[in-house]
């Protein structure tokens, strides 16, 4: 992955730059005010431009632009942090690393400057297993996934070495759990019952309405 920073001129102090930037703080980054990466707000535009998009008939107009290696980091990454169980597949079988590189490589301020913490942050990943073991992440048994990623999954508490990586598995999480949990497998799995028709509507169950005190 060192190899993707120096195509795109992306190093760690550029990085910290662009969290600095941002004004990212830990609460952000885990999740305790906006989700990073999430919070962007379209602008006014005409419809059909790309502050209008046609949800109905979705189209992503720009290139992906992560590396196959670096996909192959991230789906191996957000299969750690929501990884298969008997209720909902992995993360990454539900395409989370293809919504994290979409995000990325578009083409705004937002995600430009997430791109460049992303890059950033697999290099510095990159750099954390080939010392420690020797392979890239995503050949690693999960053992020793974890035992990086134990270093820097909580952004507040990383040392200032590992801050990079930390903010790199933030925003892969948060991603993550966008992407899983707007999916109809991540709505089943939470006990979603939305967004469902129904062949009739019934009221309230009575116990309801008197516990809300709508009873009488």
């Known amino acids: ?7 795109t001129g992306i190093n760690r102090r550029m990085a910290m ?4 930037a941002m004004g990212l703080t830990a609460s952000t980054l885990t999740g305790e005010s906006a989700p990073a990466g999430l919070s962007a707000k379209p602008t006014a535009g005409p419809a059909g431009t790309l502050s209008d998009p046609d949800l109905v008939n979705p189209e992503i107009p720009w290139e992906r632009t992560l590396s196959d290696e670096a996909l192959e980091t991230v789906a191996a990454m957000v299969d750690l942090i929501l990884p298969a169980d008997e209720r909902s597949p992995s993360a990454s079988e539900l395409g989370a690393h293809d919504f994290i590189d979409e995000w990325v490589s578009a083409p705004y301020p937002t995600q430009q400057e997430h791109r460049a913490i992303l890059l950033a942050g697999l290099d510095w990943l990159d750099q954390a297993c080939d010392t420690l073991y020797g ?3 995503s050949q690693l048994s999960s053992d020793q996934q974890q035992t990086i990623c134990d270093q820097i999954c909580y952004l507040p508490d990383a040392s200032e070495e590992n801050m990079v990586g930390a903010a790199l598995f933030a925003l892969v999480r948060n991603g993550a759990a966008a992407a899983v949990w707007t999916t109809e497998e991540g709505m089943a799995d939470l006990g979603y019952v939305g967004n ?5 509507w019934d009221p309230p169950p009575a116990n309801v309405l008197k516990h809300l005190g709508l009873d009488s």
Do not use: Q
Request: net charge positive; glycine share 0%; proline share 11%.
């Open 17 to 20: 730059k662009a969290l600095a």
């Open 1 to 7: 992955m060192s190899r993707i920073i120096a195509r």
């Open 196 to 200: 469902v028709p129904l062949a009739r």
């Open 135 to 137: 392979e890239p992440f």
